[in-house]
């Protein structure tokens, strides 16, 4: 009987109990940072992180040796100092750009009709891009020098340099790689030392 009373009380504590609450989530998906400024100092709303970003400055965050630049979007959606075609790709890195290219004709799919387009893919030496005939979709993995993008940053400029074009704090100049991140894409900056040896950007424009 002793046992039964106990099995009760147990149960009847069990049921009222409140249910826990699910905090646990496979999502990696990165978040915005909400910062606010007073004068000349940010202030970051830490509830946006489960840790530390590092120091916020107005222009970007310390992550490690990386610095990601704030409010910079709009330059991986139209990155390039030249227009985005082939023949243009083809004139400025010369007879060593293979360029290989599919049309798709004008169609029809689950969204309604759509134009043709055609998707382009180039190759030259370890250089690597692709781009379609409509704006709004380019990939770029660029080591050389004659590919120029926004604002004159190009592979082989100084540290110094990029961070004077970027507009960025003269303290950022310890940073091995610089980030700029977008809902649709990414762009970074890498160096070598004191020289940016490569640039890569990829983005997908969303509906």
């Not at 910062?35 to 970003?53: I, L, R, S």
């Not at 630049?69 to 083809?90: K, M, R």
């Not at 690597?128 to 770029?140: C, D, I, Q, R, V």
Request: net charge negative; proline share 2%.
């Amino acid at each position: 009987m002793k046992k039964i009373l106990c099995a009760i009380i147990i149960g009847t504590a069990c049921a009222c109990a409140p249910a826990q609450k699910e905090t646990a989530s496979n999502d990696t998906t990165a978040v915005e940072l909400d910062t606010t400024f007073a004068g000349d100092e940010a202030v970051e709303d830490t509830e946006m992180y489960d840790a530390d970003p590092g120091e916020v400055k107005a222009d970007g965050r310390w992550n490690g040796d990386e610095y990601e630049i704030f409010n910079t979007e709009d330059y991986i959606v139209h990155p390039f100092n030249f227009s985005l075609d082939s023949a243009t790709v083809q004139e400025l890195l010369g007879e060593e750009a293979v360029i290989t290219s599919r049309t798709t004709p004008a169609g029809e799919d689950d969204m309604g009709t759509y134009q043709g387009y055609t998707f382009y893919e180039v190759k030259a030496g370890e250089t690597e891009m692709s781009f379609y005939s409509y704006s709004g979709k380019h990939y770029a993995d660029v080591y050389t020098p004659k590919l120029v993008f926004s604002d004159g940053v190009v592979v082989g400029m100084t540290k110094a340099k990029f961070i004077e074009t970027m507009g960025l704090a003269e303290d950022t100049s310890e940073a091995k790689k610089f980030t700029i991140n977008d809902d649709y894409g990414q762009m970074m900056f890498i160096f070598d030392g004191d020289r940016l040896a490569n640039i890569y950007v990829s983005y997908e424009e969303g509906d």
